[in-house]
């Protein structure tokens, strides 16, 4: 067993994932993650697509990518009507019914505005209008102008919206919920692992932490990042379904829980070697984990990482209520990933091959 003593950063967590960061516009939350990691590693660089590299030991011939995907879902603004509402395209996968209702801050080069997702009220809707989910075409944001003329002065097209929601305490166990978790906490918890390597750097491995970009409509940051890494190993950190809220099937995501440690991702995107190895940690230093079957390409990171020929894992982060305004999630896994990959990392030795066969 190894010295894993970590305390997560909670102010910097509720920093993180309260800064606007819809995908494609992921630059002021990638901009605090390099504020807090560029005294800290050796060398913290961005590429043109907007990842943010931070790199331990960059001189190592064995590399290992690490990628939490900094972008959240959001709204694009497609088009300002005569009345002064905003008509929006959607940035990654919406449930339509969680939008009505909701507030969002809507960001532009003139600063940033609070709208709400407006909707024809109860009362006004007929018979079979109640019984359907709103569709996306119709889903509108109102920040409160009286025209167009007002609207355009403050927004322009192709300027983007994210829900209006701060970081919260929930409950007496240690679960804390947001919008956008998904995948801030990845980013998140990239840069505590970097900052805990940073304190003794005398292991076999270069590290790159890299904050993704664009994750949400094709993993297209993570492609730039390990094509231009070749890392030998990666694994991708991103939110995973949990089967403790109602209705959903233990049959189809596993009986995973919040609090009950990372959850493992095992399967064909995913390097047997890794898998065993993070398991193989885990239960040498008593860290709680649990098991998650992907029987095909994962929709993460870890997808692109392994087209790169790279071992890949997958490090699940507990989540309920994923893509809406009120993510959950425990703080009690987060340092339990953190424990568990830093001594992963530290664990690795030039006789590692990771080769499955
Ligand atoms: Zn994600």
């Excluded at 596993?254 to 070697?273: A, F, Q, R």
């Excluded at 999630?329 to 030039?350: Q, T, W």
Aim: with cysteine.
């Amino acid at each position: 067993m190894i010295n894993l003593s970590y305390e997560l950063n909670e102010e910097f967590l509720a920093k993180l994932v309260t800064t606007p960061r819809a995908t494609g516009y992921e630059f002021p939350a990638q901009r605090v993650i390099k504020s807090y990691l560029e005294n800290v590693v050796d060398k913290i660089k961005s590429d043109r697509v907007g990842n943010l590299y931070a790199i331990i030991n960059p001189d190592r011939p064995f590399k290992i990518m690490l990628a939490g995907h900094i972008d959240q879902i959001g709204f694009q603004i497609s088009h300002i009507d005569d009345e002064g509402f905003l008509w929006i395209l959607p940035l990654g996968g919406f449930d339509t019914t969680t939008l009505p209702g909701k507030r969002v801050i809507v960001s532009s080069k003139n600063g940033q505005f609070k709208g709400v997702i407006g909707k024809k009220a109860i009362h006004l809707m007929k018979a079979e209008e109640r019984k359907k989910a709103p569709e996306m075409e119709k889903i509108y944001i109102d920040i409160g102008c009286k025209d167009k003329e007002e609207a355009s002065k403050k927004v322009d097209i192709g300027d983007f919206a994210v829900f209006d929601y701060g970081y919260e305490r929930l409950g007496d166990n240690n679960l804390a919920v947001a919008a956008g978790f998904d995948d801030a906490i990845g980013s998140f918890i990239v840069a505590e692992i970097m900052k805990e390597l940073a304190k003794d750097k005398n292991f076999y491995a270069g590290v790159y932490g890299i904050s993704t970009v664009q994750e949400e409509i094709g993993m297209r940051g993570a492609h730039v990042a390990a094509k231009a890494i070749n890392p030998d190993v990666g694994i991708a950190f991103d939110v995973e379904h949990t089967a403790d809220a109602p209705e959903i099937e233990k049959k189809r995501v596993g009986d995973t829980k919040l609090g009950c440690g990372p959850i493992i991702s095992i399967g064909p995107n995913l390097n047997p070697v890794v898998v065993k190895g993070l398991i193989d940690i885990a239960e040498k230093n008593e860290i709680p984990y649990q098991k998650h079957a992907e029987p095909r390409g994962t929709g993460t990171d870890a997808n692109a990482i392994q087209l790169s020929g790279a071992a890949t894992g997958l490090v699940g982060i507990p989540n309920r209520y994923m893509h809406t305004a009120s993510e959950v999630i425990c703080l009690d896994d987060i340092e339990n990933i953190v424990k568990l990959v830093v001594a992963f990392i530290k664990s690795i030795k030039e006789e590692d091959t990771f080769l499955p066969i």
